[in-house]
């Protein structure tokens, strides 16, 4: 579905991504972990569009992305929770959501999916009317992530679902991304919590200083050695 | 608890109107005593300072919708209103066209040129400092000021057209042009409200100014969105046009008289706060009505600058605007 190959890009004279090639299949969830400013954060904007790519090639679905302006992301199907969720916070959480169904296509069917969202997470359907900036930072994740699937995306871009999340509540964060998985949409994840993310995952990336390390299925990385010693304190 | 405080700014205010109103509790009118509170003359001040609040609200409506948008103030947006009113000027003195039509074009025009000040000049400075779009629009009011002043004179001109007075009771008075531009401006207010609540451009629009970078990922084109908010912001300084060019004379320093006042309630609102500029629009207005009431004019200007001066300093972010 998604597939990027020798990926460069950053800030300025800052490279932050070096030769990146990476591949999501339809119905997989992968996830991309490594240390902090290790890029990951960078090379969800650089999918989305927030960020440029200096060379390398990006499609989705065969169509190019390197040449897609990045307003015109979403509608070839790729929706973007970004890290720490960037809710408007001086408005609704229904109009939060309704701005997640603002491309044309997503529009006409804003009823069917706003029930949809609702019914994922009731909590939402309690607080539609209260300002996002006001709810906790649990139910901002779910609002972050219900604004996402308003476009009715093919592909869902998780980054740092978990940051700043009490315990308990990133455990249904966790939960939550298996419930989205059951739905037949394809997840690509950028997470700290690599214990956690491994469980939910078919396959992972490892990024570090910009490079991928390694790859390989959720399995063999969590028993790889370098694996736990480095990123689960194993 | 954002609530709660917006309900003691209202309370704190209505209390400084009632003292406004009362602030001169007995008059001396020509030997005679009179009770404030059972003076006509007094109420029919009231009710024209509530009119000269409608057109103030709409003047800064597009000044603070702008600003709460883009993030840049406009100064020259009294010099776009003047333009407007040259236009509505032309359109029916000098091509003799109907008013109704000419105020239509004249709305079209500042529309097209909010539209052209956006895609010439602010938006190569969206993220320019904040100094440099200040001087950029300032430099645009004398740009402004100088070109109607080659191209129209330096003579007052007015349409030559009045629309009269009519009886409220036996007593009061109303100007017809001033209920029509505080109804014009009423309208436009509830309507604007509308657009930006219901639509989804509208929701886009206010979305835009708490979190520009994200829209991207929305699928809004952040461009886009500015060049509409600059061509509604236009258009409303047109539509205030049409209402003062009923009561005022059309000259190039025409702007000078407004713009600061305009300014003003936008801060005193709060900057971007459009609930907040249309409370502060009708609070100065009173204040200059009933200031020139109950003294000169002039010092009805005084006690709305005095009073901005004192907000300042008790709450320098404006009457709703967020802390910071």
Known sequence: MLALSGVDAGYGSFQALFDCTLEVRTGEAVAVIGPNGAGKTTLMRVISGLIPARSGTMTMQDLDLVATPPHDIIRLGIAHVPENRRLFPRMTVEDNLRMGAYIPMARARFGERLEFVYDLFPRMRERRNQLAGTLSGGEQQMCAIGRALMSGPKLLLLDEPSAGLAPVVVERIFELIRVIRERDLTVLIVEQNVQQVLQVVDRAYVLEAGSIRMSGSARELSDNEEVRRLYMGL | ?324
């Open chain 2, 1 to 324: 608890m954002g609530r709660l405080d917006t309900g003691r700014i209202l309370a704190t205010l209505a209390v400084i109107m009632f003292a406004c109103l009362a602030y001169v509790p007995t008059i001396v009118r020509e030997g005679d005593i009179v009770f404030a509170l059972t003076d006509v003359y007094l109420y029919e001040t009231m009710i024209n300072g509530l009119l000269l609040g409608g057109v103030l609200a709409l003047l800064s409506l597009g000044l603070n919708l702008i600003f709460g948008v883009i993030d840049v103030v406009w100064i020259c947006y009294a010099e776009v209103v003047m333009l407007g009113m040259y236009a509505i000027f032309y359109c029916h003195t000098v091509f003799g066209l109907p008013l109704i039509p000419s105020m239509m074009i004249g709305i079209a025009l500042t529309a097209v040129l909010g539209y052209a000040i956006h895609y010439l000049v602010i938006r190569h400075l969206v993220n320019a400092q904040p100094i440099n779009q200040l001087l950029a629009t300032g430099g645009l009011l004398f740009f402004f000021q100088s070109a109607a002043t080659l191209a129209f004179g330096i003579e007052f001109r007015n349409l030559g057209v009045s629309l009269g007075s009519f009886a409220l009771t036996q007593d009061i008075y109303v100007s017809w042009a001033r209920l029509a531009a505080f109804a014009t401006a009423a309208i436009c207010v509830l309507g604007l409200y509308l657009f930006l609540t219901r639509s989804y451009t509208g929701t886009a629009i206010r979305a835009i100014s708490q979190d520009r970078e994200i829209m991207t990922l929305m699928g809004v084109q952040q461009g886009r969105m500015y060049l509409m908010t600059s061509a509604i912001g236009g258009g409303l300084a047109g539509l205030a046009a049409c209402l003062l060019v009923l009561q005022y004379d059309v000259h190039p320093f025409v702007g000078l008289s407004f713009g600061p006042i305009a300014f003003m309630i936008c801060v005193l609102g709060g900057l971007g706060n459009m609930v907040g500029g249309f409370i502060a629009a009708f609070i100065f207005s009173e204040l200059i009505a009933l200031g020139g009431y109950h003294f000169d004019i002039e010092w009805g200007y005084v006690f709305a600058f005095v009073f901005f001066i004192v907000m300042m300093f008790i709450r320098p972010e404006g009457l709703l605007g967020k802390r910071s």
